[in-house]
């Protein structure tokens, strides 16, 4: 941040609507004329903003339009006029905002934010006054937009600076306008449109209660000048920024004794951790240092301390700098050298496309800290030897001397996978492609796996990004294979102690696409993919950046949100304990909740935990990571133990810390069997290679189904979305569906379940598959709600219908008839090779038996009018028969967002949706409406639609508007 020259106290003077309101400066009296050196001005300038108390200089208003609807947008506008001594005497000006449901923000007509808004949180803005606002008039412009319900705006503006802090607020002093002003954001609010805005409130009244965040989010900027010394003195308070913001009751002076006090019971704790490690650490010295302060602490702080201090800041800080002495005495500490990369924020805060080249930001390198210290040695592996880029998560070799990891440089469009010594030297490029290749590990094959968008598929719910899957390559980046089925994307992986790799992976079968972002494992050849926790868990949103804390089955991972990568919160999973929340999950983080899914309770953020035990860890965090911009940076890297405690190592204002590793050899897991050996290169008879699935009893664990009503099995590919455009409708392009965000889905064919409830059959590798129990009539009774995929030559079994993945198979009860006897293959259905379709398998049917008396005219028509009627999207009577939850399917995405309907996520009970339950085929079964009876076929093509959530396209129609989709070849 630029050094601004001092100038005396100014006047901040406001002009709106012709109104001119001057507000004073308010000085924070703790240590305000304190005589101190300048090593410590830094410090006491944060503990005055910190503990400033906005709430008693101004009053945010709630504020709107007089009029309210569904579906509205208002523009907002207030000028404020500064003078140039205002500005240059400012150091941070900060914009806390809330726009019910979302608001766009300009300053001097530039965008500088915000995204989606919460009701339940403030989202903010913060930079340098040198960055947001000049001298003389400064215009700030809102636009907020109702969807439904509530609407309402709040804001607060703060100015910072040596002389004090300025404070304006959302009131009637706002104008607002109900139509697009001409010229917005730059423009004049005196036309006729233009009215004083209505107060619908102060801060804290329904339906929006008291709003998260705000003052915690009021943080400092850190200066690039600041020691190490300072810097962690400035985290510390940065830290405790919650309990020194100001009380209803209590000085500044006690808020600081308090700390004070937990701090020194947590060095306790913390000597009582390190001494319960195996490897014995003398803290003697420590011992005597915490009972002198104990001491201290029973007398009170003096009223001024040396270095001009106040009394009560003095004692805390001498209790937190025992308190990181200890914790940094931790035997597990037992390395000298970290690696890490620099970055920053990429143009997008979405799960999936913050990752990709065109959203990558450059800036930063890959880095090696000597020394756990911010006044370590610091050594750029990557300067003069890479162009100015982007990077991501690395990996080092096992025995501590190789870097593996992605690089975009700044002229380039796609990340690409480079190897370089740890010690520096020439960079090894592995890869060269247009597609993006990311967070590379080594496996302990002597081979490495990685991410990518070599699959050529796109998230069907974000159109405008390519999905990446899993993929392995020989060690020179050579033989690059796709080892995954995934249509959506799977995300950072990491090697586990038995050899096999842990990773996210997004699904939404059947199911809404919001939350589905778990734990799988899989073999490093593509086998054995496994669910590890989750895949029916609505919290936490996205699991990613897991590893495995040594010596236990557990990992650690970091939870981000749906819409905000980089807002996480830490937390600890054990399978043994339950595979699904809240059941085997510790939350690590508490003061910090899971993003999207619990209202905010903090600021702050943690990304990419490094475990080196249950209760120690390696991890970054960032204070301000509410106020995110494409291009700035927020994260540190910290040591953090499972109570909380956390002290700073490495900290550059200028750039994120990500991804930490220690700087040491690791033991390589063992090979796990390798039944690809020979799969090396796809080739065109590959298309005819087979897996086999079996299942000893397809009744274990099924509520209510009797047995010998289980006929047949279904078997269903997903097809790979390799085509996209805009979004069109329900976030997809195309629309797949009305309800949720489909795949197209082609029905490969049956095989008869044998009487034991035992199934095995022979189907194609290489493919995303699901599968569903039938009746005798071919009606779906359960249905996966996942996939699964094969490779070539894998057999794989599972108990149950739609079991874990992992349960054992029953021993005791004889051979499964279904395995005393080779494989089944699959009995296509009638209509072969097609994709299901609502025109193709709907519609004919209805015009053949229903049409006749259901159209304009008639009694029946007017009640229901099934004739076809193309609509933007889709067509009728498609839209009435999934509205009028007619035909039977699951709870849709909208119910999502309306009832946060627990079938989108949770496995639904068998015969509660789809056919079974569905009165379009009901009645087309019974012949009992009007002695209408469907033959036999066109019977088999309504139950298929209904059973695969009646999807409106099928890859025929699609391919007459994307000809030219490639095929993706796993």
């Known amino acids: 941040m630029k050094r601004f020259k001092r100038h005396s106290r100014s006047t901040v003077t406001l002009v709106a609507i012709c109104v001119l309101l001057i507000v004073a400066c308010r000085r924070v009296a703790i240590g305000a004329d304190a005589d101190v050196p300048p090593a410590r001005t830094p410090l006491l300038k944060t503990l005055k903003l910190l503990t400033w108390d906005a709430r008693r200089a101004a009053q945010p208003q709630w504020i709107w339009a007089k009029a309210t609807a569904d579906g509205q947008t208002c523009w907002f506008r207030r000028d404020v006029t500064l003078e140039e001594s205002a500005i240059e005497d400012s150091e941070i000006a900060t914009l806390y905002l809330v726009g019910d449901d979302s608001a766009k923000v300009f300053i001097n007509g530039r965008p500088v934010g915000l995204r989606r808004s919460s009701s339940k949180a403030w989202s903010f803005l913060m930079a340098s006054t040198e960055t947001l606002l000049k001298p003389g008039t400064n215009s700030i412009a809102v636009s907020c937009r109702n969807s439904v319900g509530p609407a309402g705006m709040i804001a607060i503006l703060e100015v910072s600076g040596e002389s ?406 830490l937390g600890i999973l054990d399978p043994s304990k339950g595979l699904d929340f809240p059941h085997g999950l510790e939350h690590l983080t508490p003061e910090v909740s899971w993003p999207e899914v619990e209202e905010d309770r903090d600021t702050g953020a943690y990304k990419s935990p490094y475990p080196l035990s249950d209760r120690l860890f390696v991890v970054s965090y960032g204070h301000n990571s509410a106020s995110y911009r494409p291009g700035a940076a927020d994260f540190g890297i910290y040591v953090l133990d499972d109570e909380g405690n956390k002290e700073l190592i490495y900290r550059d204002p200028a750039f994120n810390s990500w991804y930490a590793l220690p700087v040491r050899p690791r033991a390589r897991p063992p090979v796990p069997t390798d039944v690809n050996a020979l799969a090396r290169v796809w080739h065109a008879e590959e298309e005819r290679a087979t897996g086999t699935f079996i299942n000893p009893d397809v009744y274990a664990g099924l509520k209510d189904v009797k047995r010998g009503s289980v006929k047949h099995l279904r078997v269903i590919e997903l097809d790979y979305k390799t085509y996209s455009g805009n979004r069109e409708y329900l976030f997809q392009n195309p629309a797949i569906s009305s309800h949720f965000v489909e795949s197209v889905k082609r029905i490969l064919g049956t095989v008869p379940v044998e009487k034991d409830g035992s199934v095995s059959v022979q189907v194609p590798a290489g493919r995303a598959l699901y599968f569903q129990i039938l009746d005798e009539k071919y009606r779906a009774l359960q249905t996966m709600r996942s996939f699964v995929g094969l490779q070539r030559g894998e057999v794989r079994g599972c108990t149950g219908c739609h079991a874990r993945g992992h349960d054992a198979v029953p021993i005791g009860r004889g051979t499964p008839l279904a395995l005393s006897k080779p494989a089944a293959k699959l009995t296509p259905p009638p209509w072969r090779k097609q994709t299901v379709g609502y025109e193709r398998f709907v519609q004919p049917v209805l015009k053949r038996y229903c049409v006749s008396c259901h159209q304009p005219g008639k009694d029946a028509g007017r009640e229901l009018d099934l004739t076809y009627r193309k609509t933007r999207f889709f067509a009728e009577p498609y839209l009435t028969l999934i509205d009028r939850e007619f035909a039977g399917v699951y709870p849709s995405e909208p119910a999502y967002w309306k009832s946060r309907a627990k079938d989108v996520y949770v496995g639904a009970e068998p015969g509660e949706h789809l056919s079974p339950t569905s009165r379009l085929v009901e009645y087309a079964f019974s012949g009992e409406h009007y002695d209408v009876k469907v033959d036999a076929e066109s019977l088999r093509l309504l139950i298929a639609w209904v059973d695969m959530n009646g999807p409106f396209l099928g890859r025929e129609e699609v391919l007459k508007r994307f000809p030219n989709a490639p095929i993706s070849k796993r």
């Open 164 to 569: 004090g802090f300025h404070t304006w607020v959302s009131d009637t002093q706002w104008r607002v306008s109900q139509q697009l002003p001409a010229g917005w954001p730059s423009c004049e609010t005196d036309g006729p449109h233009w009215q004083a805005a209505h107060v619908l409130g102060p801060a804290g009244i329904a339906p929006w209660g008291e709003v998260a965040g705000y003052p915690a989010q009021r943080i400092p900027i850190p200066a690039a000048d600041l020691d190490a010394h300072q810097q962690v003195e400035f985290d510390w308070l940065l830290q405790d920024r919650r309990a020194l913001w100001p009380q209803e009751d209590g000085s500044v002076e006690e808020r600081l004794q308090d700390l004070a006090r937990d701090h020194h019971r947590r060095a306790a704790g913390i000597m009582q951790a390190i001494r319960a490690e195996p490897q014995q650490v003398d803290l003697s010295a420590e011992q005597r240092r915490w009972r002198t302060l104990q001491e201290r602490l029973a007398k009170g702080p003096p009223a001024a301390a040396p270095e001009g201090l106040p009394g009560a800041l003095d004692l805390y800080l001498a209790v937190r700098h025992l308190k990181r002495d200890i914790l940094l005495r931790h035997p597990l500490l037992d390395f000298e050298e970290l690696l890490f990369v620099k970055g920053l924020y990429p143009r997008s805060l979405h799960e999936q496309s913050h990752r990709l080249s065109k959203t990558a930001v450059p800036g930063g390198g890959l880095f090696v800290l000597s020394g756990l210290s911010p006044d370590g040695e610091l050594r750029e592996l990557t300067r003069d030897v890479l162009p100015e880029g982007s990077y991501w998560r690395p990996d080092l070799s096992f025995d501590g001397s190789r870097v593996l990891f992605c690089f975009k440089p700044k002229a380039r469009s796609s990340f690409q996978l480079h190897e370089m010594n740890v010690d520096g030297g020439a960079v090894r490029k592995l890869t060269d492609s247009p597609f993006d290749d990311l967070d590379p590990i080594y496996l302990p094959n002597g081979k490495i796996m990685f991410t990518s968008t070599r699959g050529e598929t796109y998230v069907r719910c974000n159109p405008e990004s390519r999905s990446f899957v899993l993929c392995t390559a020989e060690a020179d980046g050579s033989q690059v294979r796709i080892i995954s089925h995934n249509s959506e994307p799977d995300w950072t992986p990491a090697l586990m102690d038995d050899g096999r790799v842990l990773f996210t992976r997004w699904e939404y079968t059947d199911r809404a696409l919001w939350r589905l972002q778990k734990l799988w494992t899989v073999r490093p050849d593509g086998t054995n993919v496994d669910l590890y926790w989750g895949n029916h868990s609505e919290k936490p949103d996205c699991l990613v950046e897991a590893r495995q804390i040594p010596g236990s089955r557990k990992v650690v991972f970091c939870g981000v949100g749906h819409h905000q990568f980089f807002q996480g919160s």
